[in-house]
């Protein structure tokens, strides 16, 4: 393949560059993975109504956001395990993410930790949270407050992990299983092999303690201890501790986004997690339609974003913003950190187009009149 030029032919490469039990990990779904095709049919089916002989000779994406400008409406959104893409993904994502102006999330269940990931980078960083047990979770909450994470984003569709059954042909997780399928898989990726000796295998950076040395433990505690009561008393008990922005991810319902609201969230996400739970919702696009954000709040989507036309049909739905899952880790898989930065200058580039053929030169003033 020669020079790639869209997400897809990121995605393409990144295929080829890590073992298939890993590529799985990232591209797979819940149960036959209707849900992540879903997401991408919703957002294909979605027209634009382009305004003609307006001036667009110069041209603004930047999206007001919070108390500030984002240069780009986009966010990376939390992917845990990155660093089975990659060794030092979450380093590589953060300052990709800083590089472009937008705010980086970095996982519970991330490779590198919270300290790790405060050191590499000072651009925005947010930190995703997983109710694991509500001690670890207030140490986690605590540890990012310290870093300087100021933004805090608890995901609320993950009672329980989603049935990824590639995940588990494959016996996929950390630590690394050397099934016999996932050694032959590494055997043919000998550049990934070597890169995760070199730099030792993924552990869960933020879970490693004097309790939980070793990346199996570490394993335990991730897939053992997740509070499946965690419920709206608990969110407003959150609501009260964190001194700082309170994003909920993971909701699909207006009501359940009204109620976020009331809770004091000053934003939610809504998101399928990329079709990687329940798999026959709605797509979060669809979703979007039907919720509001009071003034002052944000709604950001994400799920099956792959063009810079799907975050402009996103932004004239009402979004104020869109989480990245997927689409860096192909970069990421692909040219490491260089990769991230041109998969956010793709998005960057193909929303400019958008946005010109479609008479509409600031992002800021998009709406449903652009839609057909
Ligand atoms: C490999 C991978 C790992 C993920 N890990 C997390 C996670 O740790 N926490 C979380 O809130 N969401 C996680 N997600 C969901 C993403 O944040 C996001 O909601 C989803 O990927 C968006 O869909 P897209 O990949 O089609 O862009 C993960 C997604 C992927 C693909």
């Given at each position: 393949?020669?020079?790639?030029?869209?997400?897809?032919?990121?995605?393409?490469?990144?295929a080829?560059?890590?073992?298939?039990?890993?590529f799985?990990y990232?591209?797979?779904?819940?149960?036959?993975?209707?849900?992540?095709?879903?997401?991408?049919?919703?957002?294909?089916?979605?027209?634009?109504?382009?305004?003609?002989?307006?001036?667009?000779?110069?041209?603004?994406?930047?999206?007001?956001?919070?108390?500030?400008?984002?240069?780009?409406?986009?966010?990376?959104?939390?992917?845990?395990?990155?660093?089975?893409?990659?060794?030092?993904?979450?380093?590589?994502?953060?300052?990709?993410?800083?590089?472009?102006?937008?705010?980086?999330?970095?996982?519970?269940a991330?490779?590198?930790?919270?300290?790790?990931?405060?050191?590499?980078?000072?651009?925005?960083?947010?930190?995703?949270?997983?109710?694991l047990?509500?001690?670890?979770?207030?140490?986690?909450?605590?540890?990012a407050l310290?870093?300087?994470?100021?933004t805090?984003?608890?995901?609320?569709?993950?009672?329980?992990?989603?049935?990824?059954?590639?995940?588990?042909?494959?016996?996929?997780?950390?630590?690394?299983?050397?099934?016999?399928?996932?050694?032959?898989?590494?055997?043919?990726?000998?550049?990934?092999?070597?890169?995760?000796?070199?730099?030792?295998?993924?552990?869960?950076?933020n879970?490693?303690?004097?309790?939980?040395?070793?990346?199996?433990?570490?394993?335990?505690?991730?897939?053992?201890?997740?509070?499946?009561?965690?419920?709206?008393d608990?969110?407003?008990?959150?609501?009260?501790?964190?001194?700082?922005?309170l994003?909920?991810?993971?909701?699909?319902?207006?009501?359940?986004?009204?109620?976020?609201f009331?809770?004091?969230?000053d934003?939610?996400?809504?998101?399928?997690?990329?079709?990687?739970?329940?798999?026959?919702?709605?797509?979060?696009?669809?979703?979007?339609?039907?919720?509001?954000?009071?003034?002052?709040?944000?709604?950001?989507?994400d799920?099956?974003?792959?063009?810079?036309?799907?975050?402009?049909?996103?932004?004239?739905?009402?979004?104020?913003g869109?989480?990245?899952?997927?689409?860096?880790?192909?970069?990421?898989?692909?040219?490491?950190?260089?990769?991230?930065?041109?998969?956010?200058?793709?998005?960057?580039?193909?929303?400019?187009?958008?946005?010109?053929?479609?008479?509409?030169?600031?992002?800021?003033?998009?709406?449903?009149?652009?839609?057909?």
């Open positions: 393949m020669g020079r790639p030029v869209s997400v897809e032919d990121y995605r393409r490469i990144a080829r560059r890590l073992p298939r039990a890993v799985d990232v591209e797979g779904g819940a149960g036959d993975e209707r849900g992540v095709a879903r997401n991408r049919a919703a957002l294909e089916r979605i027209l634009l109504s382009p305004h003609a002989l307006a001036d667009v000779s110069s041209r603004d994406l930047s999206v007001p956001f919070f108390d500030r400008r984002l240069p780009l409406p986009l966010v990376i959104g939390p992917t845990g395990l990155s660093g089975s893409v990659r060794p030092g993904a979450d380093l590589m994502l953060a300052r990709a993410a800083a590089r472009a102006g937008v705010p980086f999330v970095l996982s519970t991330s490779t590198s930790s919270i300290e790790e990931v405060a050191r590499a980078s000072d651009g925005e960083k947010w930190f995703q949270l997983y109710v047990n509500r001690d670890l979770a207030d140490s986690l909450t605590r540890r310290d870093a300087g994470f100021h805090l984003v608890l995901t609320v569709d993950v009672a329980v992990s989603g049935r990824r059954e590639r995940d588990v042909r494959n016996g996929f997780g950390i630590p690394f299983r050397m099934t016999p399928g996932f050694v032959a898989g590494c055997a043919v990726r000998p550049a990934w092999s070597l890169s995760q000796l070199k730099h030792g295998l993924p552990q869960f950076g879970l490693v303690s004097a309790q939980a040395k070793d990346a199996s433990s570490q394993a335990l505690l991730m897939l053992r201890q997740m509070d499946a009561s965690f419920s709206w608990d969110l407003e008990a959150l609501r009260a501790r964190w001194p700082h922005r994003l909920v991810k993971g909701i699909m319902r207006a009501e359940d986004a009204e109620r976020c009331a809770c004091g969230a934003g939610v996400v809504i998101s399928n997690h990329g079709g990687r739970q329940v798999e026959d919702t709605p797509a979060p696009i669809d979703v979007l339609a039907s919720v509001t954000a009071p003034e002052g709040k944000m709604m950001l989507v799920g099956g974003f792959r063009r810079g036309a799907d975050v402009v049909k996103a932004l004239a739905l009402g979004a104020n869109v989480l990245l899952g997927r689409a860096p880790l192909y970069g990421l898989a692909a040219r490491g950190e260089a990769g991230v930065d041109e998969v956010i200058r793709i998005f960057q580039a193909e929303m400019d187009n958008t946005l010109a053929l479609i008479g509409c030169p600031r992002a800021e003033d998009l709406s449903r009149d652009f839609l057909a």
